[in-house]
């Protein structure tokens, strides 16, 4: 009937749909409180430090002790209070610490959010802990250990997210990383220092797109697709061509691209399929998007003179 023995968490099969007495809001309403609970605990924290009391460790046990007896007692689960509590009490009694300045901080911070993230099952908390440790190898003038760190997070939760887990959040987390690492390392890099950056994210969207087409997962297709667009925008910086020689070129691709696909698919009666009876269809779109970019928006009407003796534009003095 769930995972009631200690409380700490619900069942795996409970996880979606809590229907064992956890407690649990929509999306919107888990933001809403999130952001609520955060203020709370920053108001604390200023109380505290006015009082003078240490409002670091004060505010850690109290928002712990709380998040606890809420997952525990009251069962909450997924309503954004006791991730927020979490989270909140770890990074104020971090904030409470005195302060050097040196980038091995983001390792601190990075540690109290995989814990929080660990706790509550949340995978936004366990992305931000890799994302902070991303932003440590860009502090450090180090692109090229950020990017190949975050690449390395995306391969590893690409080939997660074809096996099954048994819990939803462990599942959710994978996918968040597999979607968010490649831009983090992106953002993280230098592009004047890595020459190749455009092959890599090429290479990175053929990768997600052939384990997404072979285990018929939406999610490397997406991120093939979020690859793709960092490798255009990176070779965009980079090619000294005309805007309209490079709308030309992104048409060919993508009609290269919808055809292979279409090739690929098109005999298949289950998982990602096609038509039979219109193969064609979806290389008409694209080529058809792609005669629209090159083309460009049709030129404005030029005014016709009339030959009149004075005046302009047609305007004629002879009646």
């Not at 992106?186 to 994210?201: G, M």
Request: aromatic share 10%; net charge neutral.
């Amino acid at each position: 009937m769930g995972d009631f023995k200690n409380n700490s968490w619900p069942a795996p099969d409970e996880e979606g749909d809590c229907a064992s007495g956890w407690r649990h809001l929509s999306v919107i309403a888990q933001v809403v409180f999130f952001t609520l609970t955060i203020l709370a605990v920053a108001a604390a924290f200023g109380f505290f430090a006015l009082l003078e009391l240490p409002k670091g460790w004060i505010v850690l046990i109290g928002c712990v002790a709380l998040a606890e007896s809420l997952m525990r007692q009251q069962h909450f689960w997924r309503t954004g209070v006791e991730a927020a509590l979490w989270i909140g009490g770890l990074y104020a009694f971090i904030f409470s610490l005195p302060s050097s300045g040196k980038p091995e901080a983001l390792f601190v911070l990075a540690a109290a959010a995989a814990i929080a993230g660990w706790r509550v099952r949340n995978a936004i908390f366990g992305a931000l802990a890799l994302i902070l440790v991303t932003a440590y190898f860009s502090v450090r003038n180090m692109p090229m250990y950020a990017l190949a760190f975050a690449c390395g997070v995306a391969i590893v939760a690409l080939f997660a997210c074809t096996r099954a887990w048994k819990r939803p959040s462990t599942e959710f987390l994978w996918q968040v990383l597999l979607l968010v690492m490649p831009v983090a390392g992106y953002v993280a890099s230098d592009p004047a220092f890595l020459a190749n950056e455009t092959a890599i994210f090429v290479m990175l969207a053929i990768v997600f797109a052939i384990i997404g087409i072979r285990f018929r997962i939406r999610v490397p297709l997406i991120a093939s697709g979020i690859a793709i667009a960092i490798a255009a925008i990176d070779a965009h910086k980079r090619i000294p061509l005309s805007a309209e020689v490079r709308l030309m070129i992104a048409g060919a691709i993508a009609l290269t691209v919808a055809a292979a696909i279409t090739r690929a698919i098109r005999n298949r009666t289950h998982g990602f399929v096609l038509d039979a009876q219109e193969p064609g269809e979806l290389e008409s779109i694209v080529t058809g998007v792609a005669l629209l970019q090159v083309q460009g928006p049709p030129a404005s009407p030029q005014p016709i003179g009339g030959g009149g003796g004075f005046g302009g534009a047609g305007a004629s003095g002879d009646f």
